[in-house]
């Protein structure tokens, strides 16, 4: 299966073939500051990520081991991966296409999270990776 997706001003879009693995909530503070929430993100083999437009992709060293891509135009947020040379692409599901056909599995850097929201749907919570 093929899905898509892309920025608000569609001057980044993908494609990723297959199903990724458990997409998981992460509240960790880094995802709040680049997404402006928590982030939920799924993850791919990086060699399964297509980029169909990419004008405005630009790539963001957060951290000594990870680098986020996101819009310099509409300022969306659509990726993450793993440095030095991670072989997974994460990517930020609000940015697919609907419907995903996905579900949420749980909660990562629980932790982490901020004090203006509750987690109450249920699911596994982690407080770290
Ligand atoms: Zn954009
Ligand atoms: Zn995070």
Not at 23 to 50: I, K
């Amino acid at each position: 299966m093929i899905r898509s997706g892309g920025c608000l001003c569609v001057g980044v879009g993908y494609e990723v073939t297959g199903d990724p693995a458990q997409p998981v909530a992460c509240h960790c503070s880094q995802c709040a500051r680049t997404s402006g929430n928590y982030a939920v993100m799924a993850a791919w083999p990086a060699s399964e990520l297509v980029l169909t437009a990419s004008e405005s992709l630009a790539w963001f060293r957060s951290s000594d081991s990870a680098s986020r891509g996101f819009c310099t135009r509409c300022g969306g947020n659509l990726f993450w991966r793993e440095e030095p040379e991670g072989d997974k692409i994460y990517v930020a599901m609000g940015t697919l296409d609907q419907p995903t056909g996905l579900r949420l599995a749980g909660h990562i850097f629980v932790g982490s999270k901020a004090d203006y929201y509750e987690i109450a749907d249920g699911l596994p919570q982690k407080p770290g990776w």
